[in-house]
Nanobody, 126 residues
Framework: VQLQASGGGLVQAGDSLRLSCAAS????????MGWFRQAPGKEREFVAA????????DYADSVKVRFTISRDNGNSAAYLQMSSLKPEDTAVYYC????????????????????WGQGTQVTVSS
């Protein structure tokens, strides 16, 4: 599976952005995926995850209510709708796909993911 993240940019606090993750490979529709982010000087952190059919989602407390993860298996794509953005949301955002057999309980662990996109920069000015 190859992943291409896009949709980042420079916005003001309170604005919205939608990130997209385009996937190649038939395996995408049968595994869960997640979004992580990494700010300068910080560890990569979990943002959101969605299971293979969209029936389960999970969010970091810092983005709950403000962000929505979704997927379109027919188009091999996933999305992260971000609203009410804050300066502390500034980071490079990465999409990633579960490895085969990965359990939902591991969704917040970056090292459990098999494939990663290249990242898209989101900068929120105050």
């Amino acid at each position: 599976v190859q992943l291409q993240a896009s949709g980042g940019g420079l916005v003001q606090a309170g604005d919205s952005l939608r990130l997209s993750c385009a996937a190649s490979g038939r395996a995408f529709s049968s595994v869960g995926m997640g979004w992580f982010r990494q700010a300068p000087g910080k560890e990569r952190e979990f943002v959101a995850a969605i299971n293979w059919n969209g029936g389960n989602t999970d969010y970091a407390d810092s983005v709950k209510v403000r962000f929505t993860i979704s997927r379109d298996n027919g188009n091999s794509a996933a999305y992260l709708q971000m609203s009410s953005l804050k300066p502390e949301d500034t980071a490079v955002y990465y999409c990633a796909v579960f490895r085969r057999g990965m359990k939902w309980s591991a969704r917040r662990i970056a090292s459990e993911y098999a494939y990663w996109g290249q990242g898209t920069q989101v900068t929120v000015s105050s």
